[in-house]
Structures are given as C-alpha cells and as structure tokens.
C-alpha cells in the first residue's frame, strides 16, 4: 500500500517517478508552511499528511521515497536520544514497573479490538476461511506498526490489505487527534532542554551522525525492527546518557524529517484505498477512537501512580506510531523520554509476544491458513 520507491531509485527510476516525488515534497512543503502561519501543531508533519492524503485519494499520482523516509526516520531516532541525561534515564529506569502495566494494558487492549472486529464482520465475511478471518481480525487489533504487523498477519494467512489499511488508518487518526487535543488543552513546554537538545557543534554533528549511522548499520545486519529508527535512537541515547554532549540535531532538519513522514503516511491514501471495505475501515475509525478513549482513561490513572503529569502519559499510551507520538513529545515539549521510552518498549513487546500469543491460543499460523 505505502508507494514507496526502492532505496536505489535514482539509478534506475524513471523521470516521470523522480518528477512525482519533488512535485510531492514542494506540495508538502507549502502544506507545512500553511500550518505553521495557522499555528497547528506539528505543523511540519500535519500539513503534508493531510495535503498529501487529500490529493492521493482524489487520484492525484503523489508518491514518497524509501531512502527519503529512512533517512527521517534516522534523524528524528537521533535526536530523541539526546534527551536520556544520565538524570532522565535513572527516572525513566525507576518506572519500569509502569512501562511493564502499559505493555499489558496495549497487549490487553489489541486483543480485545480483534476480537471485537472479528464479531462485528464474521458474516459480512463468511467468505473467508476461520482461520483467515481469526488472522486478519487479529492482527488488525494489535497496537503495533504497520508494516511489522502486516508482515505477522501474512505468516499467518491473514488478508494483508485489511491488515495493512487498519493500521494505516489508525495511526492517521491518531497522529491527527492527539496533537490537536494537546494544542487545545493549552499544554506545552513541560521539559526542560538539555544543552545536548539545544546547541548546534558541527564536529560534534558529524560524530554523532557517523555514531548513529554505524547503529542502523548494525541492527540492519542483525535483522532488527525499524533499524532506522531504533538503530539511531539507541546509540544517541547511549552517548547522551554517558554524559558526552557532542551536538543537538538542527531545528531545520528535524523539521524536514518530519514533513518527508507525513509524506510518507500520506501517500498510503490512495482511491484503492477509500474503496477497501468501506465498512471495515468504518469500523476501524471507530474502534480507534474508543481505543484513544480507553488509553486516556488508562494514562490518568498511570499519571497518578507516577507522580508524572497527564499529558506525558497520554502520549506514553497512546495506540499511535512511535514516530508520530515521539515528535509530537518533542515539538511540545511534554517529557520527550518517558515517551521515547514507553512507545519504544511497546513496540519491541508487541513484536516479541504478539504472533507467540496467536499461536498459543489460537494453533500454527499453517493450520489457522487451511482452516
């Protein structure tokens, strides 16, 4: 679903496809800036994901790139880390107890979102197999990425484009309510930034990218989750918490990260997608909300065992995308690491315990496809 082109498209791509991708990224970029004067919030994000959806549902051939999107992905990892002083990372490691009941509470709550969507569609797709349909509700439920999600669903003989385009959809809403919401509260400015977060050393920037780059690298060759992302995060982190203080990530460039995601969860929105079972992304739409319901309920209450405010929880909790709800933490400043760190923790757990659990309860993936 995600038109993405391979991370050698300059060699081989057409011009018409290189010609797509720079038309898109002007777009996102004058949707970027229209945010800003508007005062959205993450408006360097926002903007070209609502613009490009628009446009990419109407039928207009927008497109994104891979190598684009790792490399945003890599930028905004980096700069995360820098928030773990040794300071931060005592407090977040002092709350692993309330990272350990956020994870049960996501693995709790995606289980019951499937098994809800699976009672809510089972005639209206009787067409499928058991065992197809299990798989599919399933995995859609499941609060994790997209593409990590879809890739367990097809294992287990699921309908990967239902998968894919409930994931899709629900970090869409997701990425769009929760930072208005924060906006409207009037919440903002909770962190206090570190020199690391706030002053530019181009030596330092040049280490610090050669250090993080060797982190993709390596968990790349380990075959790890969302290496761009992680890879960077961990080794910034690591630096960071050591006490070494080689150089914040420059505002402009965090701010061109960002657009090339929206950008790239825009694309996703094409007309095939609007007309994939309209009923099942209706449901989905709905159960998301009811999901953000229930997590904000969930974070308050997490709030007030930790002492930590609200707002940080909600973000913490919330059934989005590490990314998005990491650079929402940033832009507002509403306690970036225990954030990083509880969406980041999800995100492994999720990957680590959510195709044993279907196995577990529900038998191999291989019987569950010929059921």
Not at 12 to 23: D, N, Q, T, Y
Not at 254 to 265: D, F, N, R
Not at 333 to 356: K, M, S
Request: overall charge positive.
């Amino acid at each position: 679903m995600d038109r993405y082109y391979a991370a050698n498209f300059l060699p081989a791509a057409s011009v018409p496809a290189i010609v797509r991708i720079l038309l898109t990224l002007l777009l996102a970029l004058a949707a970027a800036l229209l945010c800003v004067a508007l005062r959205t919030p993450i408006p360097w994000m926002i903007g070209p994901l609502l613009a490009t959806a628009l446009l990419s549902m109407a039928g207009v051939p927008t497109a994104s790139a891979t190598p684009l999107r790792n490399g945003a992905q890599w930028t905004i990892g980096t700069a995360l880390g820098l928030y773990f002083t040794p300071a931060i990372a005592a407090l977040v490691a002092g709350m692993w107890w309330a990272i350990v009941l956020a994870i049960v509470w996501s693995l709790a709550l995606g289980t019951l979102f499937g098994a809800w969507l699976q009672r809510v569609h089972a005639l209206r797709f009787a067409h499928l197999r058991a065992g197809e349909l299990r798989a599919t509700t399933y995995f859609s439920g499941a609060i994790g990425a997209a593409s990590e999600m879809t890739l367990l669903a097809e294992r287990a003989g699921a309908r990967t484009d239902l998968v894919a385009a409930s994931h899709s959809l629900r970090m869409v809403i997701v990425t769009l309510l929760v930072p208005f919401a924060m906006q409207w509260s009037g919440l903002h400015g909770l962190d206090m930034l570190p020199p690391a977060v706030r002053d530019v050393r181009l030596p330092g920037l040049a280490v610090l990218a050669v250090a993080t780059g060797a982190g993709v690298l390596l968990l790349r060759r380990a075959g790890g989750a969302n290496p761009w992302f992680l890879g960077a995060l961990l080794v910034s982190m690591g630096i960071t918490m050591s006490g070494t203080v080689l150089s914040a990530v420059p505002a402009w460039l965090t701010s061109a990260a960002q657009l090339v995601i929206g950008v790239s969860l825009g694309v996703r929105f094409t007309r095939a997608f609007v007309h994939t079972a309209p009923r099942w992304l209706g449901s989905i739409a709905l159960g998301t909300l009811a999901l953000l319901a229930l997590s904000g309920g969930f974070a308050v209450l997490l709030a007030r065992g930790t002492g930590l405010h609200w707002a940080t929880m909600v973000l913490g909790t919330a059934p989005g995308g590490i990314t998005e709800m990491s650079i929402t933490a940033k832009v507002l400043q509403l306690g970036v690491p225990v954030v990083t760190a509880f969406q980041v923790c999800r995100l492994i757990a999720v990957l680590l315990l959510v195709e044993p659990a279907y196995r577990r309860f529900f038998g191999p993936a291989k019987h569950n496809a010929t059921a």
